[in-house]
């Protein structure tokens, strides 16, 4: 099945820092969303992008199909933006989304 | 996504209890998932039903049962679990799987825990 890889496992910034979360993968893919799982486990779901770029507010992603990976940058951190970020995909003609295993963020006041 | 309602959001349970997890959605989708999620790693999927029909089943051991009564309602029957089974499970719903490369819309989940 298609692999994901997500980079870095974990990143403690302080508040108001800038981060960029990276997403390798290894197929093509006809779907690819970013998400953030809170403390409470909910996964919050931030962007629908398999392909192009997205901005919402402190937030934006880029996808580049052709060379398979995708970013998701975070301005102006705030400590409620930590928690688990994952990146998750759909391709390789399977249905279903495969998720990396997350890159842990932790903002510190 | 609070557009998908997954009920209980915590259930305890014997080994030898019999339980079951409710989702729902109304968005008109026509693809319905269960993932589960154990601590600290990333949620894996179980199931996909596409137009009430289980499309796919990974491997998932026969202790969980999934069913679809309808296109709004998801359900996991669960049975004889075992301890390793606590988790969050986690359900989603798509417009379509058959059309591919329609976002997943994800409930809030059930943190199981098995006594």
């Known amino acids: 099945g298609i692999q994901v890889e997500q980079s870095p496992p974990d990143l403690i910034l302080q508040e108001g820092a800038n981060s960029t979360l990276r997403c390798n993968f290894s197929?093509?893919?006809?779907?690819l969303q970013w998400f953030h799982q809170n403390p409470w486990g909910q996964l919050i779901n931030l962007f629908y992008?398999?392909?192009g770029t997205k901005q919402n507010g402190r937030l934006s992603a880029t996808t580049v199909a052709t060379e398979r990976y995708s970013l998701l940058y975070i301005s102006s951190s705030q400590t409620t933006d930590s928690g688990v970020y994952f990146c998750?995909?759909?391709?390789?003609?399977?249905?279903?989304?495969?998720f990396g295993k997350g890159t842990h963020l932790i903002i510190q006041p | 996504d609070t557009e998908v309602t997954q009920t209980p959001k915590h259930l305890v349970m014997g080994m030898t209890n019999k339980k079951s997890l409710k989702c729902e959605q109304h968005?008109?989708?026509?693809?319905m998932y269960w993932y589960k999620q154990k601590a600290k790693k990333p949620p894996e999927l179980m199931f996909v039903?596409?137009?009430?029909?289980?499309?796919i089943n990974e491997s998932v051991p026969s202790r969980f049962s999934p069913e679809c009564p309808n296109s709004s309602l998801l359900n996991l029957h669960l049975h004889a679990l075992q301890p390793e089974d606590s988790a969050l499970y986690l359900c989603?719903?798509?417009?379509?799987?058959?059309?591919?490369?329609?976002?997943?819309?994800f409930g809030d989940g059930t943190r199981l825990s098995i006594l």
């Open positions: 039903y596409s137009y009430e029909k289980l499309s």
């Open positions: 998750a995909v759909e391709g390789g003609g399977a249905d279903g989304l495969t």
């Open positions: 968005m008109g989708h026509r693809a």
């Open positions: 197929d093509s893919v006809n779907n």
């Open positions: 992008i398999p392909s």
């Open positions: 989603a719903s798509s417009q379509d799987v058959a059309r591919r490369g329609q976002p997943q819309h």
